[in-house]
Structures are given as C-alpha cells and as structure tokens.
C-alpha cells in the first residue's frame, strides 16, 4: 500500500475552512485517495475519494495535485460537528485487495 | 434505511476467555469488513468477507476468526484473549467485495472489548 503523511493536529476557528494536507508520494497510477473522518467514540465516516481530478461532494472538496504525490481536504465553513480524526487512505488498485488501510490522521480542532 | 450495526456496544472478557462479536450490514450490502483499533491508532484490518467466502485478511493470528451468514450479517470470534486484544472492534459493509470496484466502506460504531 502506498503510504500517507498527514500533521498530527490541526486547528481551525468556526466559519473558516479548512485545508488539510497528506503526501502521498509513492502512490501508484491506478491508486484512488480516500479521506474518511471520526467524530470521538464512532466509526469512521467516509467523506470523499478521488483518483486525479478534482472532487467536491456536499460534505468537502479533494483536490489532488497535478503529479498525484499529495492531497488536500477542504471543509469549506468548519462548524464544532467537524472536530474529529481525519484519514487520508490510499486504496489498492482494483483487482487486488482493497482493505482500507488507516494511518493515525489528523485531529483537527474547530474551536468557536 | 438503518445503517450498520453491531452488538454488544461494550464488553469486558477475562484474559484466555473467547469472544464473539456480532454485525449487521447495510441492506442490500454483500461484503462485510472487520477493523480492529486501539486506543490512539487509526484502524487495522482484521478480515473482508464477501457472499460467506473469506475475500482477505489482515495480519492478525489464528485466534482470529470469523464468518458470513447468508443474510450477509458476519460474526468475529477471538479466542484465547489477551490484554492487547482490548480495542474498538469495527465492522464495515460494502455493496461489492474486494477487486470489484472503488465502493466506499461504511462503519459501524464498533463493540468496545475490554481484557482485564
């Protein structure tokens, strides 16, 4: 699998968005990122994936850098629901295993 | 639609008891995955089931085990237990299984296993 590095905390004041990074340097071509996130005590919610274009769903933007080797989340308006562990995944390609493999993310703090 | 569930929400065994662990897939969802998680860790995966066939398994020992029923709900057993099984145990179900696609994975709120 390809490895991922995320900042171990981040903050972010209700409102702002928030941007958070991950490299993924050694992602192969056919490998999609994923991020997930999980709010204390639950399971992990998915929240977007991409493969090299740009991504924007009702929860966040994914936007992948040109050469694939890093990645960020965009929250466009944080709110206090957002604080939670943020993953950023590197999926298998298809016709392998696809286990999630899960990093220790970034605990992102939305403070008022 | 329910979501995922799991059952026991909490549990606290003796160390060299076995446990089972029990989990209900998202309706119309074949492959169930199960992730183990201690505390400050992001989780690990333990086995991916998919139409009751073992799809894969992470590095975990044989003490290990699980299943798939054919209402696609999934049982985790681990025998034997140890101090450091103690973890959020999290189960997973998808559409389709491994090597079938990008289908997102959606999770449960996990059984709480405690081993003293």
């Known amino acids: 699998d390809a490895k991922t590095t995320q900042p171990p905390s981040m903050d972010c004041a209700e409102g702002r968005a928030a941007n958070l990074p991950c490299n993924h340097s050694?992602?192969?071509?056919?490998?999609?990122v994923y991020w997930y996130r999980q709010i204390h005590s639950q399971g992990p919610q998915y929240i977007i994936h991409?493969?090299?274009n740009n991504e924007t769903n009702e929860m966040a933007s994914l936007i992948i850098t040109e050469d694939r080797k890093s990645s960020t989340l965009i929250l466009p308006h944080a709110t206090l629901r957002d604080t939670a562990v943020y993953y950023c995944i590197v999926r298998e390609p298809p016709g392998t295993a696809s286990k999630l493999t899960f990093g220790t993310g970034t605990r992102l703090q939305v403070t008022l | 639609d329910a979501g995922v569930t799991q059952s026991p929400t909490h549990l606290i065994k003796t160390r060299g008891q076995q446990v089972t662990l029990r989990c209900s897939p998202i309706s119309g969802h074949k492959s169930v995955s199960w992730y183990q998680q201690v505390l400050g860790q992001g989780p690990q995966f333990i086995f991916q089931y998919y139409e009751k066939e073992e799809r894969g398994r992470g590095n975990f020992p044989d003490r290990f085990s699980a299943r798939q029923f054919p209402n696609y709900s999934s049982e985790l057993n681990v025998n034997a237990l140890l101090l450091g099984d103690s973890a959020l145990y999290l189960c997973?179900?998808?559409?389709?299984?491994?090597?079938?696609?990008?289908?997102?994975?959606?999770f449960g709120p996990g059984t709480r296993l405690t081993v003293t």
């Open positions: 997973a179900s998808s559409f389709l299984g491994l090597g079938m696609g990008s289908y997102e994975q959606y």
């Open positions: 050694t992602i192969s071509g056919n490998e999609y």
């Open positions: 991409g493969l090299k």
